[in-house]
């Protein structure tokens, strides 16, 4: 007896069993019927192991009442002995109610699931059709299904089976279904029989070998009489077939004492439900050929004969099949299937929507619908993808190279994920429905039947929302953005497609020179050899990349030279054939505008970085530095030495341009996730890091070209303004200022000499022609300007600042920042300058005054003539000159008693004025935002024209690909500009308030 107020042994094992109500768990392990297994030590474990342990237990205890006290005995004595039949019974119970009331109504069928011999295993039509062999009515043949159903089920959640296996042996089973009905049928109508001649012909997913445990069967039916015949003969034939066709139908679909089966739908047949049920071959081709829609050819991909008259079947296939594989060249083909699938999801039901597992985006459909439709476009050409199945049709469009491994991979993968979720969802009570329940209880056994345990309602919804949008990602990609193999595969002589339609399709896609670009193809694809069948297999994935770009002949113009480059290298085209990301990160590469083609064209073996998941991180400085100071050492002359500094600049610099587009842009295996702030911040930091490298790499050279390892002087260069603050972009100039300190025993002449000359010599090294973008050094905010010396000791700075020091040169300062030579010297002038950008209790309201003066002075004669203020980045209204005096006046005035405040970077400093309490956040988070889209502006005009530039392009092309680059999809260009022009006019009302109306 257990004490009132405490908790049993018993009621804590269920608990921890994973038994939801233990109490009613103690009650029916008490049952009278579960004497003989009460006591077994396995029991609980076995019921825990299931997808819901209270629902087996119950199936169990029912199933045990149902039975007579031998036949109970001898159950209990099997169930106890065999470890095969107890978890595949209890693992039924516990996930299918249906099935457990069916084991109630009829004990005896637990004997199905005894066998466990290999042969039993993957189960085919033949031995369906023998188990239903019996069958002679409606009701038997629905409790013969059932028992079929009972075993495959066991072989599912036991994991015996995968999904695929299940599928088809689900399809299989039906398939022996429909053809047991179609002989009861013809046993109650012989004379029909007799004079038609029927084949039953399944589509959909009985067709595709890919079934639901419970779905509508959809079949087509063929009838011929069964001698030549003509006129009326025929038509009697036809009635006879029709009244065969019914009875099978509704043998199968109406509903008995045993329930039902599945309905047999023939609603895919010509015409529909509007037309007749049975029609003849000639018929059937006579409407394919003449009428039939686009999809009605899209559905006929999974038509295979099932029953009835097979011979028949293998006819109308025959006859069809051409059909299906030139559809594609239908007028509107793919407009078309793709306004059917909009159609589909526009037609569910608001509150369904985020529920539906089939018909939702990112559901079941999205990969059918894209699969399906890539079949269809390649398929005319090639016939492994001749395949009604889902998966098959999938792993043959990626040995084809049609679909990308990984993307493959991932469909793979989420198609699977789901369909077992659709599978285990209906099989708990064997009702047709895609709907993810809401019920917290339904949920919990659905994750547990997939193998979650831990917390199986949190992890099946993260699971179930993880696979939904690769499957909705990769949909749009591969749906939405079709692949042109007969354009990928033109060659001298082969006629595949006219030149006319290529040229048709090109423009469709976007390419303003479509003969241009038929002659790259053929250039790349033509002939037996090896490289243009990979390029064959390639330029379809391609070609749609490209066309998603705002420049798609420059994309392919791009391509071709790479590949003439390196097309006899044998690690090329393996590479973008085989790495998933690279063919289309370099696509995204080529095609998004002029800095990052004209970098990898100077350096083709680039190309491998966009193989690499790691290959376009940024390198850090320290690696840099070192490569660049080795590439110096190992030059026999400066001239020498600066060329190796700026092979690496140019790969670094590709490097960083590949990352910053690919990571704005996304691609369709990796779409864009960072935020655009971390993009800057990335790029910022990667061209300072560059840069001062090859400072790094310059000073050396000088130094060594006339000095050997040691100038007489010890010498570093300070980074000014966004080198200082690594924010540079791509055409951003490095300002700097050169600081010297005679060595011991150096006269200072001598010292002052040395210093001149290395700058000197470092301007000229890096002014050296070159095709390479430039890195143009600008010494213009050192004390006195251009008319000031270009180098100075430190204690030459330290007597200027404390004497003549102005206020914009204390403002200048707050970005300073040692870059390139010698550290000790460099953290000295810092040291050195910190009262005056930071100064003790800030500054006074004469130097705000001042500070204000000389940023309206800038606005009014800065801005370059005819520029529009509201959209110039650096100095229009809310653009990055605003953010930053903003930034540094606050920075001037308290930085003193705010450590966050002393940095050099405007976001850090902006955040950290904004933890404390300086500015509003909200006010912070406008000005970031502005801040970051003016700079994200001009990257994106250096690397789409390649050139720096502080306003958007004027040409249509150049805007789009801006456009492209800050997230705005093809024709969307006025809400970039739009939105530029809200974002920064918000940013300008802060300014206007925290800048000029701010207090000292």
Known sequence: MTVPGRRSSTFTRLLRHGFTAPSVAERLLDADELAPVRTDPVLLDALGATADPDLALLGLVRLAEAQEPDERRVFFDTLIAAKPLRDRLLGVLGASEALGDHLARHPSDWHALVTYERADLHPGVAEFERDLAGADDAVSLRVAYRRCLLAIAARDVCGTTDLAQTAAELADLATATLRAALAIASAAAPADAAICRLAVIAMGKCGGHELNYVSDVDVIFVGEPAEPTEGADEGKALQAATRLASHLMRICSETNIEGTIWPVDANLRPEGRNGPLVRTLSSHLAYYQRWAKTWEFQALLKARPV???????????????????????????????????????????????????????????????????????????DATLHSGSTLEALTALADGGYVGRADAAQLDEAYRFLRTMEHRIQLYKLRRTHLVPEDEADLR????????????????????????????????????RPLLDAVAQLAPGEIRLSPKAAGQRLTALGYADPVAALRHLEALSSGVSRKAAIQRTLLPVLLGWFADSADPDAGLLGFRKVSDALGKTPWYLRLLRDEGAAAENLARVLSAGRLAPDLLLRAPEAVALLGDPEGLKPRSHQALEQEVLSAVGRAETAEGAVASVRGVRRRELFRTAAGDLIGSYGTEENPAEEDPGALVDRVGNAVTDLNAATLSGALRAAVRAEWGDTLPTRFAVIGMGRFGGHELGYGSDADVLFVHEPREGVEEQEASQAANKVVAEMRRLLQIPTADPPLLIDAGLRPEGKSGPLVRTLASYAAYYRRWSLVWESQALLRAEPMAGDPELGARFIELIDPLRYPPEGIGEDAVREIRRLKARMESERLPRGADPTLHAKLGRGGLSDVEWTVQLLQMQHGWSEPGLRTTRTREALAAAQAAGLIPTEEAQTLDDAWVLATRVRNAVM????????????????????????????????????????????ARAVVEERFYGAQP
């Open 943 to 986: 690397l789409v024209r390649g050139r720096a530039g502080d306003t958007f392009p004027s040409d249509g092309r150049e805007l789009g690909a801006v456009g492209r680059y800050l997230g705005y999809e093809p024709g969307h260009v006025g809400d970039m500009l739009d939105d530029y022009r809200r974002i920064t006019r918000r």
């Open 445 to 480: 056994r659905l994750g547990r039947s997939l193998g979650m345990r831990s917390e199986p309602v949190t992890e099946l919804n993260k699971a179930w929302r993880r696979h939904a949008s690769v499957v909705r990602r990769l949909h749009e990609k591969l749906f939405y």
């Open 307 to 381: 029953a009835g008259d097979m011979e028949l079947g293998a006819e109308y296939i025959e006859a069809v099949n051409p059909l299906v594989w030139q559809a594609s060249e239908r007028e509107n083909f793919v407009p078309d299937a793709q306004k059917m699938r909009r159609r589909v999801v526009d037609n569910i039901p608001a509150d369904r929507v985020d529920r539906e597992l089939k018909l939702g985006p990112g559901g079941l459909r999205d990969v059918e619908f894209a699969v399906q439709l890539l079949q269809l476009v390649h398929g005319r050409s």
